[in-house]
């Protein structure tokens, strides 16, 4: 079946605009995280969707990063007045989170460059 | 002290031989551990969950864990030039469904 997908799969912004990165859960999967990965750096989570309850919203970096999850489904992450240091890919993973299942299934990312 | 541990590498081992990538983790009432494998420029695939003490074979690969120790690794037999990659560990912890990353180890098989 079809997996996570994301888009823009490249993104490149001015510094202090806004953007917006889109990612598709695989159907069904209730639980929706995004990550942010600079180059050759580790996973940083940034937040957490679990069904209808609140967001773990514990790794946004700053109140520049949003992140919301319409209709259990579609998440989007906003990152408003951008900077450079905002340069990552951004991926996002989806998991069933049921019974035993935690197993999470990446997107391709999202390489946002700002200038 | 991080949640998840790992040694970053790089593990240089001969084609053919055994790869054995170690995790440790902090949160004692972790229950699942899962191991993905990233080539680079490409995002996290998943490669073995585990959660039960003990060994879990799938193909190639061996997940082990050891809750006792607080301690997941990874044994790759037969190592072939395209396990080169990075290797993360991850952990849920016992208070929420968050996984928890380490930040990988660059494992790479010479020929």
């Known amino acids: 079946g079809a997996g996570v997908s994301q888009s823009p799969s490249n993104k490149v912004t001015e510094k202090g605009k806004d953007v917006e990165l889109r990612c598709d859960p695989i159907?069904?999967?209730?639980?929706l995280y995004w990550y942010r990965q600079s180059l050759g750096q580790g996973l940083e989570f940034l937040i957490y969707f679990q069904g209808n309850s609140a967001p773990d919203k514990s790794g946004l970096p700053s109140d520049r990063f949003s992140a919301e999850r319409t209709g259990g489904s579609v998440s989007t992450l906003t990152i408003q007045r951008t900077q450079q240091e905002d340069s990552a890919v951004y991926l996002c993973?989806?998991?069933?989170?049921?019974?035993?299942?935690?197993?999470?299934?990446f997107g391709p990312g999202t390489r946002l460059t700002v200038t | 002290q991080k949640e998840v541990e790992q040694n970053s590498g790089p593990l240089s081992v001969p084609e053919g031989a055994i790869a054995s990538l170690n995790c440790t983790y902090s949160d004692r009432g972790s229950q699942s551990f899962f191991w993905y494998r990233q080539y680079s420029g490409k995002s996290p695939e998943l490669i073995m969950s585990i959660y039960s003490n003990g060994d879990k074979e799938d193909g190639r690969f061996t997940a082990q864990l050891n809750k006792a120790s607080q301690y997941v690794s990874l044994l790759i037999r037969d190592s072939q030039p395209s396990d080169s990659a990075t290797y993360l560990c991850a952990a849920r912890g016992s208070s929420a469904s968050k996984i928890i990353f380490g930040s990988g180890t660059r494992l790479s098989i010479r020929p």
């Open positions: 993973a989806s998991s069933l989170n049921g019974g035993s299942s935690y197993e999470q299934y």
């Open positions: 159907s069904g999967h209730t639980a």
